[in-house]
């Protein structure tokens, strides 16, 4: 799932005190041929028109074309034992066409079925930031990394992509939170409010940094802390990079 960064310029980013992000890229899980396939997943399913529903929509990534198939698996197949994965699949797409709400509702009913997705809830950190729900992002982001620590990887995932996967994974979390934090720090006056959400928010998005030093919108955002932070020289840096 692919999410775009709003281009700003630096004379619009300075005359902006409420400046808003898009959300994060949140990269695709991509697996390799040693991982667990969606066919071998199907295969557990005894209804070969269930079987065959989930088959298809398992292989879509188009989000124009996976949002309809998975609403209809949902509503077709209520007793399914894969409602969270397809329902996990309906918000990712909801999120990529840019129906936040309707994702939101999605992840919701799969996290209702499984709380402990890690990376269904750095995608849902990610919109709640985006959204300004703050406290909410925060939760769901924090939420991710104890998982992602405290978990295995997922069956779809190769041992050997594991790594790569779950240090992008944690990034856009620490992103999360950064931004929430920032988003914290913009809407209180002056004062050593401000200044504790925006230390916070540095810390986080430097973890973030971290573990993704080729995301951008990490450095950029680093910027805007930087640049209501006072350090205009640590902010200039950020934005030239």
Known sequence: MRFHLLAYGVVGLLLCPNLRMGAQDIDSIVTTADARKPATIADEIR?????????????????????????????????????????????????????????????????????????LLVAVADVQALLMQNEPALSSARD?????DRFDRP????????????????????????????????????GSTRGSLLRQAASSLARAQALNPQDMEIVYLRGIDSFYSGDLSRAASEFAA
């Open 155 to 190: 069956a779809t995932i190769s041992k050997g992509d594991w790594p790569a996967i779950k240090r992008r994974q944690q990034a856009s979390a620490w992103f999360a939170i950064g931004r929430a934090l920032v988003n914290e720090a913009l809407a209180e006056q002056q």
């Open 47 to 119: 209804d070969p028109a269930e079987r065959s529903a989930f088959s298809d929509l398992m292989k879509r990534t188009e989000p124009q074309k996976l949002l309809p198939l998975s609403r209809s698996f949902l509503e077709r197949y209520p007793q399914s034992a894969f409602l969270s994965t397809v329902a996990d699949k309906a918000a990712r797409a909801s999120f990529d066409l840019g129906d936040y709400k309707g994702g939101m509702e999605y992840a919701r009913f799969s996290l209702s079925l499984l709380p402990e997705n890690p990376l």
């Open 144 to 148: 991710a990394l104890d998982y992602l």
